[in-house]
């Protein structure tokens, strides 16, 4: 099961960091990654991180602004978003991965969402 928590209404240029907690797995050995959906788009891949945590791959459109991390003593996945941009603004789910990929079929594991909102 994975809780995903953080979103919130903030300005452009503003910051937020989304949290997502996982339970009921082994939690290390899944890559974990963001993915948003904005109002009548189909949802689609943010960010990912290796189970390690050694390894990160972004979207061009993210990349310098936001940073995924995670701790896996806490079993938790981060990400940091920073000048956020009205663009920006989509519901941000979490989920884990056994393999490789960034499609959503890709993701056997999934949070409820957390919503985003930049104003501008």
């Known amino acids: 099961q994975l809780q995903a928590s953080g979103g919130g209404l903030v300005q452009a240029g503003g910051s937020l960091r989304l949290s997502c907690a996982a339970s009921?797995?082994?939690?290390?050995?899944?890559?974990m990654g963001w993915f948003r959906q904005a109002p009548g788009k189909e949802r689609g891949f943010v960010a990912d991180?290796?189970?390690?945590?050694?390894?990160?791959y972004y979207i061009d459109s993210v990349k310098g602004r936001f940073t995924i991390s995670r701790d896996n003593a806490k079993n938790t996945v981060y990400l940091q978003m920073n000048s956020l941009k009205p663009e920006d603004t989509a519901v941000y789910y979490c989920?884990?991965?056994?393999?490789?990929?960034?499609?959503?079929?890709?993701?056997?594991?999934w949070g409820q969402g957390t919503q985003v909102t930049v104003s501008s």
């Open positions: 009921g797995l082994t939690f290390r050995r899944y890559r």
């Open positions: 991180i290796s189970g390690s945590g050694d390894t990160t």
């Open positions: 989920a884990a991965a056994l393999v490789a990929g960034t499609s959503s079929v890709d993701f056997g594991s």
